[in-house]
């Protein structure tokens, strides 16, 4: 299975979550990799700090001239989820890891203003993908950096529910909260489910338990 995690908006968690919904399948004993498709190297580093005795997470990073459609189809073979963690950007390896994933995620932070635009930019240009290429791209919402006291939050929700409509690209139900376990996690190369803050833990589980959920149906309609 291949999963992209993809935005035009940096800052987003893009590669928070990516890093989380990897040691999540790590420690249910899965295969998983990590290719950090962007040039910060975020996750490159993240991974750095990673103790050796904690489940496996391996992550590649794709060459500056490199073919990521060929590195997606060689760590197919070898791991059972291979997770992409995009730049904030229209790139060929946007395109590519997109198209090559069985769907993708697309963190929105429900602060307002440039979110919701850069989110409409990048939700036409899946639909110019998905006609090029005549294929469905199934791509999810996950909300991040939520906060449930803050009015613009909630309405920010409301908005998004007309691109869930117009773009069919349905929200998850899991909410990542705003929590400060996220950057402390990442700081010491681990994820929110080795962390000490039980409610993190349980949203991240809950979110991998959700993308196993539709994965297994995406793959039985496929069968
Ligand atoms: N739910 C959260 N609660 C608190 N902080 C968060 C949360 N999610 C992400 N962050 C923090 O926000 C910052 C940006 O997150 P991250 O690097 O994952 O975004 P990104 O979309 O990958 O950014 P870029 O586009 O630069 O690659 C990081 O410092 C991260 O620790
Ligand atoms: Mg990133």
Same mark, same amino acid.
């Given at each position: ?7 035009? +908006?940096? @800052? ?5 979550? =990516?890093?989380? /919904? ?6 249910? @004993? +899965? ?12 996750? =490159?580093?993240? %991974? *750095?700090? *990673?103790? &050796? ?7 590649? $990073? ?12 060689? /760590?197919? &073979?070898? %791991?059972?989820?291979?997770?992409? !963690? ?13 198209? +090559?994933? !069985?769907? =993708? ?6 602060? #307002? ?7 409409? =930019?990048?939700l036409e240009h899946l639909n110019l993908l998905r006609t090029r290429l005549n294929a469905p791209l199934p791509a999810f919402f996950v909300i991040n950096r939520f906060e449930k006291n803050v009015?613009? $939050? +909630? ?11 117009? %773009?069919?690209?349905? *929200?998850? &139900?899991?909410? /990542?909260?705003? *929590?400060?376990? %996220? #950057? ?22 809950? /979110? ?13 309609? $496929?069968?």
């Amino acid at each position: 299975m291949v999963i992209t995690v993809i935005s035009f +908006k940096g @800052g987003v968690g893009k590669s928070t979550i =990516s890093q989380n /919904l990897a040691v999540a399948f790590a420690h249910q @004993g +899965k295969e998983v990799c990590i290719i950090d498709a962007d040039k910060n190297q975020s996750t =490159s580093m993240w %991974y *750095r700090f *990673r103790q &050796e005795d904690y489940p496996k997470v391996t992550v590649f $990073h794709v060459p500056e001239k490199g073919d990521i459609a060929k590195t997606i189809n060689d /760590l197919e &073979e070898k %791991y059972e989820i291979v997770i992409v !963690d995009c730049p904030p950007a229209i790139e060929g390896i946007t395109n590519f890891a997109v198209a +090559k994933s !069985d769907f =993708s995620l697309i963190p929105v932070a429900t602060t #307002g203003g440039s979110d919701i635009w850069a989110t409409e =930019s990048f939700l036409e240009h899946l639909n110019l993908l998905r006609t090029r290429l005549n294929a469905p791209l199934p791509a999810f919402f996950v909300i991040n950096r939520f906060e449930k006291n803050v009015n613009m $939050h +909630k309405a920010y929700l409301e908005a998004l529910d007309q691109y869930v409509k117009a %773009y069919e690209v349905p *929200r998850l &139900e899991t909410i /990542l909260s705003k *929590r400060t376990a %996220y #950057g402390e996690a990442n700081t010491n190369g681990c994820g929110v489910v080795e962390w000490d803050n039980p409610d993190a833990k349980a949203e991240i589980e809950e /979110l991998a338990a959700e993308v196993q959920t539709f994965a297994q149906k995406l793959f039985a309609n $496929h069968s």
